[in-house]
C-alpha cells in the first residue's frame, strides 16, 4: 500500500514565509489514513513517546518503513536543498494534548528537518491547530495556521526563527514527528530524553491512581 503522495510533495512549492515550509492536506493517502489509525498506539497520556515505548500494529509500522525509506529522504533533500545522506532519524507519537501544550518554540538545533503528520479524522476546535509565526512572541501573529487533521503534513527547515505553536487544546491530538538530526548524539539524546519522560509521566499517572486508591 503506497502510504504518502509524495508526487503533491514533489509539486508543491517551497513557502518562504515566515520560514522555509510545506503544507500539504492529505499528504498520508486516505486509505492508509484509515488503517494506520486502527493500528496507532493507544496513548493515555500526554506528551511525546518514542517508538520503543509504544505497541502498535503492522500498519502503523509500514508507515515508520516510508518515513525511513530512501525515496522518502531524497524527496525532501531535494524539496529543501539540503543533504540529509547519513543523517540519523527520530520519530515520536503523541495521542493527547494537555493544557500546557503547544507553547512558542523553534524545536532544538540538533534537529535539520521538522516533520509533523496529523492523522486525526477531523478537527473543528480553534485549539490544538498549528501556527507558524513571525515571532517568537505573540501566538497571534502567524502566517499560516493548520488544522491537525485528515493526514495533513507540515515540515519545515529548522532555524533559530522557526516559531510555532498552538492555542490550548485537551484531548486526544494524534500527531507523529519525524525528523533528520545532526549527529548519532543527537538522536541518542533525543530518544533518551523522551523515553525518560514518558517513563516519569507513566509513574505518575500509576502514583495517582494509587493515591486516589
Known sequence: M???DLKTFRATPLSKTPYEHLVIPG???????KRINADY???GESGSFPLAKLKFGPEFQGMVDALESDEFREAFAEKFAVDLSDRPTT?????????GNGSIHTDSASKI???LLYTNSTWDNPGGRLRLLRSGSDLNDFAVEVPPAEGTLV???????SWHGHLPFIGERRVIQFNWVTTKG?????MIRHGVSATIKRGLKLFA???AA
Open 186 to 190: 543527537s538522536q541518542r539524546i533525543a
Open 155 to 161: 515540515a519545515f527547515l529548522r532555524s533559530d526563527h
Open 27 to 33: 499528504f498520508i493517502r486516505p486509505a492508509a489514513l
Open 2 to 4: 503506497e502510504v504518502f
Open 209 to 211: 491512581r494509587s493515591d
Open 91 to 99: 520519530i515520536t507519537v503523541r495521542g493527547r494534548c494537555a493544557a
Open 113 to 115: 528537518i521538522t516533520i
Open 41 to 43: 498506539p493507544a496513548i
